[in-house]
T-cell receptor, first 112, second 114 residues
Framework: GENVEQHPSTLSVQEGDSAVIKCTYS??????FPWYKQELGKGPQLIID?????GEKKDQRIAVTLNKTAKHFSLHITETQPEDSAVYFC???????????FGSGTRLQVQP | DAGVIQSPRHEVTEMGQEVTLRCKPI?????LFWYRQTMMRGLELLIY????????DSGMPEDRFSAKMPNASFSTLKIQPSEPRDSAVYFC????????????FGPGTRLLVL
């Protein structure tokens, strides 16, 4: 089955700096890679996703890049703000199978 | 739309008791997922349904766990008998029809088994 590894487990940055979280996956059949943000006491919420036919996708301060050959994908947050502080999860799946395999999560803390 | 609704939000029970967690997916969504979140194991898929039919239950830990979806607007996850190691946050999520993969999560049920 699919295995997703995520690094780092914790990340502390100063407000205004950039943050990068990296994930690797094992199943070459995976073709859908979402990123979720989880705030304390809440369920994960999708913030951005990318499909295997695209190398990069951007939405305002958030971007995701995908390297299919290396089986890597990364989340980039620019101009971080205190409200970006949360736990971020990457995930991967084959859209035919539907079930997401999640990474272990990254706790991002943005220091004001 | 109200989003995915889960109840109860918190549950404290004693070892050996039966626990039933409930989920109402977003109206019109065809897929429903049950996840468990712990510090040690992260977010794990337990089971998912498509059009009320269980598709993959390989993540269900053991026979003490069972899940049902009697209709498109309701699902239950039951643990009988419960054990302290079942303590976790249980999430329900739903997605629309094929071709739309975004999973919408509920707020979760925090379960503590003493």
């Amino acid at each position: 089955g699919e295995n997703v590894e995520q690094h780092p487990s914790t990340l502390s940055v100063q407000e205004g700096d950039s943050a990068v979280i990296k994930c690797t996956y094992s199943d070459s059949a995976s073709n859908y890679f979402p990123w979720y943000k989880q705030e304390l006491g809440k369920g994960p919420q999708l913030i951005i996703d990318i499909r295997s036919n695209v190398g990069e996708k951007k939405d305002q301060r958030i971007a995701v890049t995908l390297n299919k050959t290396a089986k890597h994908f990364s989340l980039h947050i620019t101009e971080t703000q205190p409200e970006d502080s949360a736990v971020y999860f990457c995930a991967a799946t084959d859209t035919g199978r539907r079930a997401l395999t999640f990474g272990s999560g990254t706790r991002l803390q943005v220091q004001p | 739309d109200a989003g995915v609704i889960q109840s109860p939000r918190h549950e404290v029970t004693e070892m050996g008791q039966e626990v039933t967690l409930r989920c109402k997916p977003i109206s019109g969504h065809d897929y429903l997922f049950w996840y468990r979140q712990t510090m040690m194991r992260g977010l794990e898929l337990l089971i998912y349904f498509n059009n009320n039919v269980p598709i993959d239950d390989s993540g269900m830990p053991e026979d003490r766990f069972s899940a049902k979806m009697p209709n498109a607007s309701f699902s239950t996850l039951k643990i009988q008998p419960s054990e302290p190691r079942d303590s976790a946050v249980y999430f329900c999520a739903s997605t629309p029809r094929q071709g739309q993969e975004t999973q919408y999560f509920g707020p979760g049920t925090r379960l503590l088994v003493l």
